[in-house]
């Protein structure tokens, strides 16, 4: 055997060692307690963190639309994968939001709810803009 065969032989034996290794480590046991962790973000949280990060929402305004978003939460989660049903209970729980608002809050509210409306268009398939 030359010595290229033996450093080829000699590599093939070391890279099976580390990629077992790593394997093994990527497969490593879950930690305990990994079930307990909370599962997926509840899409009224979602809103309301949006609504906060773009309206600087006050204490009150937060228990005021916490309520409605914990109502239309309820009514969404079961349709998430119907966006027509969901475009539904958007154009119904949208309004009671904004009437929770301040004056100098509705011109960005009324933008937020435009941009939702383009994406339900652009997700049924319309160009018009219509509920």
């Known amino acids: 055997m030359n010595p290229l065969q033996v450093f080829r032989i000699a590599l093939c034996f070391a890279l099976t060692f580390v990629l077992g290794g790593l394997t ?3 497969l490593k046991p879950s930690p305990a307690g990994w079930q307990d962790r909370p599962g997926p973000i509840p899409p009224s949280q979602i809103v309301m963190e949006n ?3 773009r309206l600087r929402l006050s204490p009150e305004e937060k228990a005021a639309v916490k309520p409605i978003l914990a109502e239309w939460g309820r009514k969404v989660e079961p349709v998430l994968r119907q966006p027509r049903r969901r475009r539904q209970l958007f154009e119904l ?3 009671r939001v904004r009437a929770v608002l301040r004056s100098d809050q509705l011109a960005e509210y009324d933008r937020m709810m435009a941009e939702t409306r383009a994406r339900f268009d652009r ?3 319309r160009n018009d803009g219509s509920p």
């Open 24 to 26: 093994g480590w990527l």
């Open 51 to 53: 609504l906060d990060a």
């Open 93 to 95: 729980y949208a309004p």
């Open 123 to 125: 997700r049924l398939g």
